[in-house]
């Protein structure tokens, strides 16, 4: 059974430019994350998917961020315009159950880089 | 707030020694602790999780941890390292935060095994 899947990677841009990031969940799991994962840190949430619908978004600086989950499947997290201190691994988790004691299953990130 | 400390952060053993990860939470209920092992390039995989019941839980790869309510710790624990546990690994509770339930995580300890 294939993992989470990310794409990109890696990505450099620079500053004030938009970027996006790309997350496919296990096939099955109607719950979907996005967490930032600074330097020496462990990974802080930045939203909780249950199916399409957005249930925590607390941690998601709006401003700047934004993420969708149309069909409850893949999801897109988007940063528009992008600022240095973005600079971080981007990592998508997913689970099948809806609560936070749920084993959640992550991707291998995306690495940003802003110039 | 819940909160998780790990007070070290890098960490270094000769292979074939034993080994113990050192994990304190803050967390008013009986809490939900985990283990996750990031290797470079790779996402978290969950080595293991404890809800109730036995205080002393196995893991995968080897690894146990044992939850003490009195010191409000869950260290981890492998009686003799290989070379290919060099990774690094976080402690997480779950934990009320913000109004809504969620992983939270330690700033991790990096393991490195010398041969």
């Known amino acids: 059974e294939a993992g989470v899947v990310q794409s990109p990677r890696y990505k450099i841009i620079e500053k004030k430019q938009p970027v996006a990031f790309w997350c496919n969940p296990i096939s099955g799991h109607n719950t979907l994350y996005w967490y930032r994962q600074n330097l020496g840190q462990g990974p802080e949430l930045l939203i909780r998917y249950e199916n399409e619908e957005a249930v925590d978004d607390s941690q998601l600086p709006k401003d700047r961020f934004s993420a969708e989950r149309l069909k409850g499947v893949d999801s897109t997290l988007k940063i528009q315009p992008a600022e240095l201190g973005d600079s971080a691994v981007y990592l998508c988790?997913?689970?099948?159950?809806?609560?936070?004691?749920?084993?959640?299953?992550f991707g291998p990130g995306t690495r940003l880089t802003v110039l | 707030a819940q909160s998780v400390t790990q007070p070290d952060i890098h960490i270094t053993v000769s292979e074939g020694a034993s080994l113990e990860l050192r994990c304190n939470y803050s967390?008013?209920?009986?809490?939900?602790l985990f283990w996750y092992v990031q290797s470079p390039g790779q996402g978290l995989q969950l080595l293991l999780k404890?809800?109730?019941?036995?205080?002393l839980v196995q893991g995968i790869k080897g690894f146990e941890a044992e939850f003490k309510r009195s010191q409000s710790s869950f260290n981890l624990r492998k009686p003799s390292v290989h070379w290919s546990d060099a990774a690094e690994y976080f402690c997480?509770?779950?934990?009320?935060?913000?109004?809504?339930?969620?992983?939270?995580f330690g700033a991790g300890t990096r393991l490195a095994v010398h041969p």
């Open positions: 997480a509770v779950a934990g009320f935060s913000g109004g809504y339930n969620k992983l939270i």
């Open positions: 967390y008013g209920a009986t809490p939900y």
């Open positions: 404890y809800f109730s019941g036995d205080t």
């Open positions: 988790a997913s689970s099948d159950g809806q609560g936070s004691a749920d084993t959640q299953y």
